[in-house]
């Protein structure tokens, strides 16, 4: 298990999903640290259902790792901030720069219409 400090940008770790009471997997776009509150994750969440028409499709060429067990799709307006340890399960794997950058340029593009 990598550790919470550790996961760094590009890393998708199974997690709480702040929407439901499943767990899901998300992928870590920023990891501030702020004087009073430590690391932060700053993450989007990623789905495997595949009506979302403005949603990222991963690809096997996408991943640094082993690619997910089924298409995935990154939802760049989902965006849930984690706290903590406990907000983590486990690290599943990562993507590559170009593709991590991809997703943040969607994630800048509906924060900034």
């Not at 298990?1 to 590009?10: C, D």
């Not at 004087?35 to 690809?59: C, F, M, W």
């Not at 989902?78 to 399960?89: M, P, Q, R």
Request: glycine share 6%; aromatic share 8%.
């Amino acid at each position: 298990m990598t550790a919470f400090e550790e996961l760094e940008r590009g890393d998708i770790v199974w997690a709480t999903d702040p929407l439901s009471e499943k767990g899901r997997p998300m992928l870590v776009l920023g990891t501030p640290q702020f004087p009073n509150h430590g690391v932060q994750l700053i993450t989007v969440l990623i789905s495997t259902k595949t009506y979302h028409e403005e949603s990222v499709t991963l690809r096997d060429h996408d991943y640094a790792g082993d690619p997910l067990g089924e298409r995935s799709h990154v939802l760049p307006w989902s965006l849930a901030t984690l706290n903590s340890a406990e907000d983590i399960k486990y690290y599943l794997t990562s993507l590559v720069d170009d593709r991590t950058e991809d997703v943040a340029s969607q994630v800048i593009g509906y924060i900034s219409s």
